[in-house]
């Protein structure tokens, strides 16, 4: 301002002119005297008049204070008195209240003026009202909000549709393979209990022929040297003591695929569309009876020991045959693990050869998957599927039930079964499905369910999911 002042002297520019100027600006002007007391006004320009609503002669002798109001920015009113006291420039944005009480958004420069002597005299404060400026960028923050908001919306219901779709796929694939095995099961347990029905009357057939096959024995003993012949010649006395054994085999055979087909049909339930009083223990049971073959000793690993800690259940209402989809989810993942779990084992034996304790103990333990039922309340039961395999790391554990996630190899894996059982136990029966896991330990996969469900309602899997701690 001093070069400014000495420019204009220089060029001889009256302070008339200076003053037309001045007031000719469309920006507020205002100067104010720092050596009197409450620092007030002694000029302001009739562009400041316009914009604050006040006169000159209503604000020559005040602090401009009175511009500021209830929702002036302490922070910018911080700001300027730091300048003022430093004798310093400053520039901030801050709302002022004009006369009638209306707002409007003031960028305010203040700039000391110093007299030749180097003494600070007077403050120039420079107004703009950028009001329209403010709202625009106001109208486009909360535009590019509403977008984003909306870009999250679309991106929500992209995710909803694409879990609905492999819902769709995996409940498709389950009906048709319900409906295949519904048939199978129907077609084998015509001749299958055909078979069974009639071993009995075979044996009872094969008892007498034997009896009469005796006495003819006691009748023609030792006067036909041919027929003791033949006897000898088809071991006669080993037929009469093993027939009844293969037939009593053939019985426990068919008995065992009559058992089959009967789990086969309990477990597709295709005639319960509708919720049902079920018994969970027998749908556990019919859903290990379907995959005993995987729980026998193989060449790779040992026999996997199954322990079943069960708890008197009341009848709980419910899909049974989509809850039966969940065991078998469950179940096959917890053998998946215990499978990874020995040959990994394994093969760090054959590669460290050596006969270190720690994978000697982990390769000689038993494979264990411990399935256990409980009351909690007469409202609430819990069903908790625990392996004592390799477990996994939290970040796995946190994706789990996230559709199309899956830390298989390709082709042996979709990534659907854990959270196809998600949407079951959360959203159509109003349960909790939760997993608990610790690397190197197992994990334990825990559903509750309530034995009457009413409205469904939905949950995150991010909600649902609870603290890693192996029980």
């Known amino acids: 301002m001093k070069k400014i002042i000495s420019v204009l ?24 005297d720092i050596n009197q007391p409450n620092q007030p006004l002694i000029y302001c320009n009739p562009a400041f008049e316009q914009i604050t609503g006040y006169s000159r002669a209503e604000v020559i002798g005040y602090n401009c204070k009175f511009l500021q109001g209830a929702d002036t920015d302490p922070q910018a009113v911080e700001i300027i008195r730091r300048a003022v006291q430093s ?46 400026k403010v709202e625009v960028m106001k109208a486009l923050k909360d535009s590019e909000a509403n977008y984003r908001k909306l870009n999250e919306q679309l991106e ?33 347990n015509n001749p299958v209990g055909f078979i069974h029905g009639n071993l ?39 037929i009469k003591e093993d027939l ?12 065992r695929i009559r058992k089959i087909v009967l789990s086969l049909r309990n477990f597709s339930r295709l005639d319960e569309a509708a919720m049902k009083p079920a018994d969970i223990h027998q749908g556990i049971d019919n859903t290990l009876l379907l995959v005993q073959h995987r729980f026998q000793g193989q060449p790779q690993r040992p026999e996997i020991n199954i322990i079943k800690n069960y708890t008197d259940l009341p009848l709980v209402e419910c899909y049974p045959g989509q809850l039966n989809q969940v065991f078998l989810n469950v179940i096959n993942n917890a053998i998946d693990a215990l499978e990874e779990t020995y040959l990994f084992t394994s093969n760090a034996v054959l590669e460290k050869e050596t006969s270190s304790p720690l994978l000697r103990r982990n390769q000689e333990k038993k494979l264990q998957i411990i399935i256990t039922t409980e009351l909690i309340t007469p409202e609430l039961v819990a069903i908790i599927i625990r392996d004592n395999g390799c477990g996994m790391t939290e970040d796995v554990r946190k994706d789990i039930f996230n559709p199309f996630f899956t830390t298989k190899p390709v082709g042996k894996g979709t990534g659907l079964g854990l959270a196809t059982s998600y949407q079951i136990i959360v959203n159509k029966h109003q349960g909790r499905l ?15 369910i309530p034995t009457k469900t009413s409205a469904p309602s939905i949950s995150s899997p991010n909600e649902i999911l609870q603290q890693s701690t192996l029980i």
């Open 200 to 238: 009995e009357f075979v044996y009872q057939y094969i008892q007498e022929l034997l009896k009469l096959v005796e006495l003819q024995e006691q009748l023609l003993q030792n006067k036909n040297s041919e027929l003791e012949a033949k006897a000898a010649e088809v071991e006669l006395d080993f």
């Open 9 to 32: 002297n220089s060029a001889n520019i009256s302070l008339d002119l200076l003053d037309q100027a001045i007031a000719s600006s469309s920006v507020g002007v205002v100067i104010a």
């Open 244 to 255: 009844p054994r293969v037939l009593q085999s053939m019985r426990v055979g068919t008995d």
């Open 434 to 448: 939760s997993c608990n896991s610790l690397l190197g330990k197992g994990t334990e996969i825990r559903l509750e």
């Open 87 to 132: 004798h310093t420039s400053c520039c901030v944005v801050l709302k002022n209240y004009r006369k009638n009480g209306t707002t409007f958004w003031n960028e305010l420069t203040i700039s000391p003026v110093f007299n030749e002597q180097d003494c600070l005299t007077h403050f120039i404060g420079v107004q703009s009202d950028i009001t329209e």
């Open 156 to 188: 929500k219901t992209l995710e909803e549709l694409t879990q609905t779709q492999s819902q769709l796929i995996q409940s498709e694939k389950m009906s048709s393979l319900g409906q295949m095995v519904a048939g199978i099961a129907h077609e084998i």
